[in-house]
């Protein structure tokens, strides 16, 4: 499972992520593809994102069972406390 949250990011780059992931709410995607199509749909958000932020949740193996990633300008900022990813609000 992928969530993929946008901010302040192109409208040609939301439409594009439609063709593998659905956007329930706007800038907000959701969606089962595999690792190597994770991998890349996050490298082409990171570049095009502009000045805008990416945050990506997926799952793998760890204690919580997810990852979170971060790129760019976002609202909140995620953080390893001995080794749970937690998120802050400023």
């Not at 945050?55 to 979170?68: A, D, F, L, P, R």
Request: charged share 25%; hydrophobic share 40%; aromatic share 6%.
């Amino acid at each position: 499972m992928v969530v993929l949250i946008l901010e302040c990011v192109p409208t040609g780059l939301r439409g594009e992520l439609t063709r593998w992931l659905l956007e329930p709410k706007t800038g907000v995607f959701v969606g089962r593809v595999s690792a190597m199509v994770r991998e890349r749909l996050w490298t082409k958000v990171c570049d095009e994102a502009e000045m805008g932020g990416c945050v990506m949740v997926h799952t793998c193996n760890s204690e919580q069972g997810y990852k979170i990633r971060c790129s760019g300008k976002t609202s909140r900022t995620v953080e390893d406390f001995e080794g749970l990813q937690l998120v802050r609000v400023p």
